[in-house]
């Protein structure tokens, strides 16, 4: 009399299940279940990761930066429906000389705040693929933010009243604050993409994981 065979155990899931977007090389290969937990960590990492108050510190030091900025911000939004108005373009021109401006500062920011992802940190660069989705979504975030925040302040909120001659200040501190937090949001997305997946996400030749030379390149969430 024989005895018959234990029965075989069904495989526990593991971390490296292909659902959990171990083995992907671009953020596109991302199943629903990567993406929700790659999410899960980006609300968690609001809190851990202190963005409010990082964000608050960089809003404090971009007031003092203001100036620089607004002579290229009026060089992205002037000088182009200047540049428009030289060439007939018929009813076209009319469409491009209100949306010309607003066009080239959103592709203009998608690439500034991709740049900064890539070279801002020490660390060896990111592949542009683990760094674009942070970018766009930081800019479709700010650009949201702005004008909901311009919406606010021209139409509900009075600071004059509030804060006096310190009013104008305080509404750009404010937006200061509002834009700095995305990029950061942006910035925690990337690094949660890049802590989902076991593939090298570094410029150059795959190196084993330990030997990237970026944090979340070198570890695995």
Do not use: C
């Amino acid at each position: 009399m024989t005895r018959d065979p234990a029965p075989k155990e069904e495989p526990e899931a593991t971390a490296s299940a292909p659902g959990a977007g171990r083995s992907v090389s671009s953020p596109q290969g991302f199943s629903w279940s990567a993406w929700r937990k790659v999410l899960g960590r980006v609300y968690v990492g609001l809190g851990t990761h202190h963005l409010s108050i990082v964000a608050a510190g960089i809003a404090f030091f971009g007031v003092l930066a203001i100036f620089p900025a607004l002579a290229a911000l009026v060089a992205l939004t002037v000088a182009l429906p200047a540049a428009l108005q030289l060439v007939d373009f018929g009813p076209l021109g009319a469409w491009l000389t209100a949306l010309g401006p607003a066009l080239v500062m959103a592709v203009a920011v998608v690439f500034v705040i991709g740049a900064l992802y890539r070279y801002g940190p020490h660390r060896a660069r990111a592949r542009k693929r683990w760094v674009s989705w942070g970018a766009v979504l930081a800019t479709l975030a700010w650009l949201v933010a702005s004008l909901l925040l311009s919406l606010y302040v021209a139409n509900f909120a009075n600071f004059n009243k509030t804060y006096g001659s310190l009013g104008a200040i305080v509404a750009l501190l404010f937006w200061f604050y509002v834009s700095a937090f995305v990029v950061l949001l942006g910035a925690e997305l990337n690094a949660e993409m890049e802590l989902q997946t076991e593939r090298d996400t570094t410029t150059g030749p795959p190196e084993p994981m330990g030997q990237r030379g970026a944090y979340v390149a070198d570890h695995i969430a």
